[in-house]
């Protein structure tokens, strides 16, 4: 402890102190440290750190500091900017100490080497080379849990040094919320249960203690280990070296930070947490151990230390009471998590996958990228009524329901519409657009959700299944900004929407852009589908709508709103005719919630629901009458049946038509021949004998000849007839003068006897034709 202490104190710069440590008060320090080591530490006198007044002045580019430490491989441009203007040059003499408290260190020359180097089981930690860094726990503020702090590192040739102090890093750190966050839970997850005053190799004891795998190890055997430990810093999304210094597979002990462990095709087995253990398994020799990458989270730095195989087998050499039992829980242990891992590829191929492949967001992905997306994402129950994710809550992921059904409120609690199988919510979110939800989602049933988290998407594009991917993802994600900033698609209606409306880029936010160019189809979407109704804009260019068959219903114009639930009713969709086409489609729900996210409904969504109306009305009275024509000149499955009952038909009528006119020929010209009559009076003449058969000029009769064989005697005549041949009683039409007529009528003189001969003969014209026809049938 006095060695420390005088190293701290000997490192303080006499020309760059401040108080306390001024003047008189630093020299009683370092003589108080002195009398110390002297006393109870032994070691002769104190090296000190001097810095003298033409220290060179030492430069370094941004891909240098990135390349030395994680630290600076996290922060941004603007934030490494603000670290290299604060970075102090200092030149340190042989055999002085190099560590400051609460300062990193950066060699550019010169070599050093730990005090302690004889008691380090692997000897490639005790080296310093140019380029090394020491000091990134204490710059970050994580001294007490770091045991590479508290190690004395000296120089063994003239060095020269950048140093960082945590309050200039601080300082760099101020308007950078981003760089920030990455190392704001760093020391909350580093002290779990911290023990006061306790110096850092006793933190990590009883840290090493609560992991599984230790927790049956005697405390000499964890305090070995835990003098062995290294620092190892991870920036977001880098990978931990799976070898050690030493050539061999290292042991990880995680202490702050979320560690992603990755299996076969960079699938998500689990989430290391502060206190796990990762690669025992291989650093072991247990056989069939899985080979897995272990990298940290996408948005946070991960601390981890490192336990070399060397020093693993030199404590188990120390302690060979502990080789057997540690073996067997490090083996038991590592079958478990190959039955998860089994039981995790399953789930991601038959699950998972097919899932997100079906969200509007990666529908048409490649297979492979569609897997890696999958092999990031969780799934989550909920019971019927739980709030999956609220309105205005922070949210960073994309839901898939699985199973179950979820209803969609505003924030006001009013209904919106309602997700099944299949359905998305959040897509924004997953792209890193927007992180705040904008509708309430509630199990409306026992649900199974899958998260798809932005981490995920941005882990499969970054991964060698997404290098295809990113420059459309990319495109994507400015196309959606670029609508926000114009309002798009609402503004390109006359329904007065205006850009710097909070609802109209809400809906654009979440309206996606149909790629249409000449040619190309828009299928549109029913209104049963998982995420619900869809309504499309088109805003330019030219196209029409047709059914499925290719026949046209009607042309869209600019400024159309189109139903796609009515279009795949009809089975109908949009062909564009140009290349210049400008289409929109939104989700209803997404609609409805952000015409209700203010106090009042904006004045733009009535005048939308108007014209929605109208051009509907007209659409589905085009589709109807098109689909009428169409199924008029269809076939159908009695065709046949009906084309051949037709032709049979015609050729019943050509077969009749001949047998009439050969009947007409016989009766004619043939013998026993009788006068024809016409079979209609003309349209200027009555329909009755009385009123028109008297009219009719006819020919002169001619009878057959009718002589009887035996008496020999000529048919009768006239009515005489009567008895002879029985005809049937002369009917007239009922409203014909008959003799009721006649008999209403006053009497009258009798007429003359010409006059009289003359009716009679006009009476009896009608029967005597009537006679010659019975008489030609008869024959």
């Given at each position: 402890?006095?060695?420390?202490?005088?190293?701290?104190?000997?490192?303080?710069?006499?020309?760059?102190?401040?108080?306390?440590?001024?003047?008189?008060?630093?020299?009683?320090?370092?003589?108080?440290?002195?009398?110390?080591?002297?006393?109870?530490?032994?070691?002769?006198?104190?090296?000190?750190?001097?810095?003298?007044?033409?220290?060179?002045?030492?430069?370094?580019?941004?891909?240098?500091?990135?390349?030395?430490?994680?630290?600076?491989?996290?922060?941004?441009?603007?934030?490494?900017?603000?670290?290299?203007?604060?970075?102090?040059?200092?030149?340190?003499?042989?055999?002085?100490?190099?560590?400051?408290?609460?300062?990193?260190?950066?060699?550019?020359?010169?070599?050093?080497?730990?005090?302690?180097?004889?008691?380090?089981?692997?000897?490639?930690?005790?080296?310093?080379?140019?380029?090394?860094?020491?000091?990134?726990?204490?710059?970050?503020?994580?001294?007490?849990?770091?045991?590479?702090?508290?190690?004395?590192?000296?120089?063994?040739?003239?060095?020269?040094?950048?140093?960082?102090?945590?309050?200039?890093?601080?300082?760099?750190?101020?308007?950078?919320?981003?760089?920030?966050?990455?190392?704001?839970?760093?020391?909350?997850?580093?002290?779990?249960?911290?023990?006061?005053?306790?110096?850092?190799?006793?933190?990590?004891?009883?840290?090493?203690?609560?992991?599984?795998?230790?927790?049956?190890?005697?405390?000499?055997?964890?305090?070995?280990?835990?003098?062995?430990?290294?620092?190892?810093?991870?920036?977001?999304?880098?990978?931990?070296?799976?070898?050690?210094?030493?050539?061999?597979?290292?042991?990880?002990?995680?202490?702050?930070?979320?560690?992603?462990?990755?299996?076969?095709?960079?699938?998500?087995?689990?989430?290391?947490?502060?206190?796990?253990?990762?690669?025992?398994?291989?650093?072991?020799?247990?056989?069939?151990?899985?080979?897995?990458?272990?990298?940290?989270?996408?948005?946070?730095?991960?601390?981890?230390?490192?336990?070399?195989?060397?020093?693993?087998?030199?404590?188990?050499?120390?302690?060979?009471?502990?080789?057997?039992?540690?073996?067997?829980?490090?083996?038991?242990?590592?079958?478990?998590?190959?039955?998860?891992?089994?039981?995790?590829?399953?789930?991601?191929?038959?699950?998972?996958?097919?899932?997100?492949?079906?969200?509007?967001?990666?529908?048409?992905?490649?297979?492979?990228?569609?897997?890696?997306?999958?092999?990031?994402?969780?799934?989550?129950?909920?019971?019927?009524?739980?709030?999956?994710?609220?309105?205005?809550?922070?949210?960073?992921?994309?839901?898939?329901?699985?199973?179950?059904?979820?209803?969609?409120?505003?924030?006001?609690?009013?209904?919106?519409?309602?997700?099944?199988?299949?359905?998305?919510?959040?897509?924004?979110?997953?792209?890193?657009?927007?992180?705040?939800?904008?509708?309430?989602?509630?199990?409306?049933?026992?649900?199974?959700?899958?998260?798809?988290?932005?981490?995920?998407?941005?882990?499969?594009?970054?991964?060698?299944?997404?290098?295809?991917?990113?420059?459309?993802?990319?495109?994507?994600?400015?196309?959606?900004?670029?609508?926000?900033?114009?309002?798009?698609?609402?503004?390109?209606?006359?329904?007065?929407?205006?850009?710097?409306?909070?609802?109209?880029?809400?809906?654009?936010?979440?309206?996606?852009?149909?790629?249409?160019?000449?040619?190309?189809?828009?299928?549109?979407?029913?209104?049963?589908?998982?995420?619900?109704?869809?309504?499309?804009?088109?805003?330019?260019?030219?196209?029409?709508?047709?059914?499925?068959?290719?026949?046209?219903?009607?042309?869209?114009?600019?400024?159309?709103?189109?139903?796609?639930?009515?279009?795949?009713?009809?089975?109908?969709?949009?062909?564009?005719?140009?290349?210049?086409?400008?289409?929109?489609?939104?989700?209803?729900?997404?609609?409805?919630?952000?015409?209700?996210?203010?106090?009042?409904?904006?004045?733009?969504?009535?005048?939308?629901?108007?014209?929605?109306?109208?051009?509907?009305?007209?659409?589905?009275?085009?589709?109807?009458?098109?689909?009428?024509?169409?199924?008029?000149?269809?076939?159908?499955?009695?065709?046949?049946?009906?084309?051949?009952?037709?032709?049979?038909?015609?050729?019943?009528?050509?077969?009749?038509e001949m047998m009439r006119a050969e009947k007409a020929s016989v009766l004619s010209t043939g013998k026993g021949s009788v006068p024809q009559l016409p079979l209609l009076p003309p349209d200027k003449f009555g329909t009755t004998g009385f009123r028109s058969w008297d009219k009719v000029p006819l020919p002169p009769l001619v009878y057959p000849s009718s002589k009887s064989r035996s008496s020999g005697k000529v048919l009768p005549k006239g009515l005489a007839s009567y008895p002879v041949l029985r005809l049937p009683k002369i009917n007239s039409e009922p409203n014909l003068r008959g003799a009721k007529e006649a008999a209403r009528r006053p009497s009258r003189a009798p007429p003359s006897g010409r006059s009289l001969s003359r009716e009679r003969g006009a009476a009896t014209a009608p029967v005597t034709t009537a006679i010659a026809v019975d008489t030609a049938v008869s024959s």
């Amino acid at each position: 402890q006095a060695r420390q202490l005088c190293g701290w104190v000997g490192s303080l710069p006499p020309l760059r102190v401040g108080p306390p440590f001024s003047g008189g008060h630093a020299a009683s320090v370092r003589q108080l440290a002195a009398g110390m080591a002297a006393s109870g530490g032994g070691g002769g006198p104190v090296p000190q750190l001097a810095l003298e007044e033409n220290t060179p002045t030492v430069t370094i580019s941004a891909d240098e500091l990135r390349a030395a430490s994680a630290i600076f491989r996290t922060l941004g441009k603007q934030a490494l900017a603000s670290v290299i203007a604060r970075l102090e040059s200092r030149r340190i003499e042989r055999g002085q100490v190099l560590r400051e408290p609460g300062c990193l260190l950066l060699l550019r020359e010169g070599c050093a080497r730990r005090e302690d180097s004889e008691e380090v089981d692997d000897h490639s930690q005790a080296e310093f080379r140019p380029g090394c860094v020491l000091g990134e726990a204490a710059v970050l503020g994580l001294e007490e849990a770091s045991v590479t702090c508290s190690t004395v590192v000296v120089a063994e040739s003239q060095c020269l040094a950048l140093v960082l102090r945590r309050s200039a890093f601080l300082e760099a750190l101020e308007g950078h919320q981003e760089d920030s966050e990455a190392f704001s839970r760093l020391q909350l997850e580093a002290f779990p249960a911290r023990i006061p005053n306790a110096p850092a190799h006793l933190q990590l004891r009883k840290s090493l203690k609560s992991a599984v795998v230790f927790q049956n190890c005697d405390y000499g055997f964890l305090d070995h280990l835990a003098a062995q430990l290294e620092d190892c810093f991870l920036a977001p999304g880098e990978a931990l070296p799976s070898f050690g210094p030493d050539g061999c597979a290292a042991v990880y002990f995680v202490a702050a930070g979320p560690v992603q462990v990755e299996g076969e095709d960079s699938a998500l087995l689990r989430v290391a947490k502060a206190g796990d253990i990762i690669g025992e398994a291989l650093a072991v020799g247990i056989e069939g151990a899985q080979d897995l990458v272990a990298r940290a989270g996408p948005k946070r730095v991960a601390y981890c230390m490192r336990l070399t195989t060397t020093a693993l087998l030199g404590a188990l050499h120390i302690h060979p009471e502990e080789h057997l039992p540690l073996e067997e829980l490090i083996r038991e242990q590592e079958m478990k998590r190959i039955e998860a891992a089994k039981e995790r590829y399953e789930w991601i191929a038959k699950m998972a996958t097919p899932a997100v492949g079906r969200t509007p967001l990666l529908a048409g992905c490649p297979e492979a990228f569609l897997s890696a997306v999958a092999g990031y994402t969780t799934e989550a129950t909920f019971a019927p009524g739980d709030v999956i994710v609220g309105a205005g809550a922070a949210a960073q992921a994309m839901f898939v329901v699985l199973e179950g059904s979820v209803d969609l409120e505003t924030r006001t609690g009013a209904p919106v519409g309602r997700l099944g199988v299949g359905g998305a919510l959040g897509d924004t979110e997953a792209l890193g657009l927007f992180n705040t939800c904008v509708v309430t989602a509630r199990a409306a049933a026992h649900c199974r959700l899958l998260r798809v988290t932005r981490e995920a998407v941005q882990q499969a594009l970054l991964g060698p299944h997404g290098k295809d991917m990113r420059a459309g993802f990319k495109r994507l994600v400015e196309s959606r900004r670029e609508q926000v900033h114009s309002g798009r698609p609402l503004c390109g209606l006359k329904i007065g929407a205006s850009p710097d409306d909070v609802t109209v880029k809400t809906v654009a936010l979440q309206a996606e852009r149909v790629p249409l160019e000449s040619g190309e189809l828009w299928e549109p979407v029913p209104d049963d589908d998982p995420c619900g109704p869809r309504v499309g804009v088109f805003l330019a260019g030219r196209a029409v709508v047709e059914l499925k068959s290719g026949r046209e219903v009607m042309p869209i114009t600019a400024g159309c709103i189109l139903l796609e639930g009515v279009l795949s009713e009809f089975g109908a969709r949009v062909r564009a005719v140009s290349s210049d086409c400008e289409a929109y489609r939104v989700r209803l729900f997404d609609l409805l919630a952000a015409s209700k996210y203010g106090d009042k409904v904006p004045d733009w969504f009535y005048q939308f629901r108007l014209l929605e109306n109208d051009t509907t009305k007209h659409l589905r009275s085009k589709l109807v009458n098109t689909r009428g024509l169409v199924n008029n000149k269809s076939t159908h499955l009695c065709d046949p049946c009906i084309r051949d009952w037709a032709a049979r038909r015609k050729e019943s009528v050509r077969r009749a038509e001949m047998m009439r006119a050969e009947k007409a020929s016989v009766l004619s010209t043939g013998k026993g021949s009788v006068p024809q009559l016409p079979l209609l009076p003309p349209d200027k003449f009555g329909t009755t004998g009385f009123r028109s058969w008297d009219k009719v000029p006819l020919p002169p009769l001619v009878y057959p000849s009718s002589k009887s064989r035996s008496s020999g005697k000529v048919l009768p005549k006239g009515l005489a007839s009567y008895p002879v041949l029985r005809l049937p009683k002369i009917n007239s039409e009922p409203n014909l003068r008959g003799a009721k007529e006649a008999a209403r009528r006053p009497s009258r003189a009798p007429p003359s006897g010409r006059s009289l001969s003359r009716e009679r003969g006009a009476a009896t014209a009608p029967v005597t034709t009537a006679i010659a026809v019975d008489t030609a049938v008869s024959s």
